[in-house]
Structure formats: C-alpha cells, structure tokens
Nanobody
C-alpha cells in the first residue's frame, strides 16, 4: 500500500528555515514522482515543487524559486523540501503526494494537483512576521 506523510512543520519567524521530510512507503521511490503541495486558508491547493529521482528532473514554482529546494535520497527512501528565507505568505498546510512516473508520461509539468493520486497527511507551517 502506498503511504506518505509530511512532517516537520511548525512555527518559524520570517527569514527562518524549515526542512520537511516525506518518507514514502509501499513503493520504490525511483518509480514515482513526488510532489509537495500547499494550501493556505481560503486558497486553493497549489504545487510547490516536485521531483523524479529516476532522472533527476525537478520543478519549482516561481513563488518559491530560489528559496525552496526539493531533494530525494533513494537509499534512505526519503524526500525533503528545504525551505529557506520563509515569508508570512508561505504559511500553509504542506502535503507530499506521489504518482507513478509513467502515469505522468515521464514528465513533471507544473506539479498539478489533479495528476497525483496518492496523498499523505499534511503538516502546518506558520511563518510569523
């Protein structure tokens, strides 16, 4: 059974950093694309960053480019979202999700919500000003 869950959320001051781990289980990481999404209060869920560890492809949304980095460690079966220089507008519940890479046509696109079938519980990130 495919399972994932986002961890590592918390309260941080603007300018601070957090690293969110997502330990997938029940599948081989190299066969899947993993994506991070976030949903702020009153807003739609949006793609933040996604990765395919099989070919090293990544996508990072413009809103977080230069501040957030996604990485995958196949040996540890772990995916991370490193978030630096956090801003109050980054406040949201963050989710990790997975989809077999072949079902994405071996392309990440813009980490679209509707393309990911397997979702984990989110973790709340609150950035204070």
């Amino acid at each position: 059974e495919v399972q994932l869950q986002a961890f590592g959320g918390g309260l941080v001051q603007a300018g601070g950093f957090l690293r969110l781990p997502c330990p997938p289980s029940g599948f081989t990481l190299e066969d899947y694309a993993i994506s991070w999404f976030r949903q702020a209060p009153g807003k739609e869920r949006e793609g933040v960053s996604c990765i395919s560890s099989s070919d090293g492809m990544t996508y990072v949304a413009d809103s977080v480019k230069g501040r957030f980095t996604i990485s995958a460690d196949n040996a540890k079966n772990m995916v991370y979202l490193q978030m630096n220089n956090l801003k109050p507008e980054d406040t949201a519940v963050y989710y990790c999700a997975a989809q077999p890479y072949y079902r994405l046509g071996y392309t990440l696109g813009r980490c679209s919500v509707e393309k990911y079938a397997h979702w984990g519980q989110g973790t709340l990130v609150t950035v204070s000003s």
